[in-house]
């Protein structure tokens, strides 16, 4: 996936097992270079496969916003797993370019939902401090008159909802109130119907953002250092707290 700066455009005879019908437009160079490798590779571009509005097809706009292109793209050498795939109109970032998104199936094609539950997998989905309860918790959610598959639904419901509160309480935003407020600015901005003329301002908040940004990974940095040296004198739990949440990421 990504910005090929290619134009395949619509299909042509004997490329109906790697483009789709819902192809638009003519093709560029690069389009058939693009084209080439996936009749070479068996790949399919996942843009033509699904119906989309004209206007929610193109992924690229010039700066004077008189040239649309479709240049970005999803491709992949397994079609049937794939639900839907389309753009994100609406990003608050400062690009001249549409996120391209695709929806995955939720149960893949070639393997069935297995029928049997162990309680390894249990135990490894419920940890800490309220392991001890929550195989027990989990069996109330189950009868003896249900069938297997309803068992089975409503156990993988609970441990969904478990990891959730979990996941909800572990990740924290690390920006300040300053550093959201310019991202609320530039949204505010970015979903005008003057877009075009706050360009300049636009650029500008990105340039703010990016640098409150920097001070506030800095200033978590130095706290999270800083408390685990209080605590324990050391600072090696503490980096290993940093590498952990970078390799997660935090919710901005």
């Known amino acids: 996936m990504g910005d090929f700066n290619a134009q395949v455009g619509a299909r042509a005879a004997g490329e109906e097992h790697i483009i789709g019908k819902y192809g638009r437009g003519r093709r560029s160079r690069n389009g058939e270079k693009l084209v080439e490798l996936l009749l070479e590779q068996n790949l399919c571009l996942l843009n033509s496969m699904f119906y989309k509005k004209p206007n929610n097809k193109w992924t690229w706009i010039s700066p004077d916003g008189k040239v649309r292109n479709e240049i970005d793209y999803i491709i992949t050498n397994k079609v049937r797993l794939f639900s839907d795939t389309g753009v994100v109109k609406s990003l608050n970032f400062n690009t001249n370019h549409r996120m391209v998104r695709s929806c995955l199936n939720e149960t893949g094609p070639e393997k069935s939902r297995p029928k049997t539950i162990q309680i390894n997998y249990l135990r490894t989905a419920t940890k800490k401090r309220d392991s001890r309860d929550t195989i027990e918790n989990l069996m109330k959610a ?18 969904k909802e478990k990891a959730r509160i979990h996941t909800d309480k572990s990740k924290k935003s690390y920006l300040s109130e300053k550093t959201l407020k310019l991202i609320e600015d530039r949204r505010n901005l970015l979903s005008s119907k003057n877009k075009k003329a706050n360009q300049k301002e636009i650029s500008n908040l990105s ?46």
């Open 207 to 252: 340039n703010q953002i990016r640098e409150s940004m920097r001070k506030d990974r800095r200033k978590r940095r130095i706290d999270t250092l800083e408390n685990h040296i209080n605590r324990t004198g050391g600072t090696r739990k503490a980096l290993k707290e940093l590498r952990e949440r970078g390799k997660n990421g935090y919710r901005s």
């Open 142 to 159: 189950v009868n003896s008159d249900m069938d297997l598959n309803e068992k089975y639904k409503r156990i993988e419901n609970k441990i």
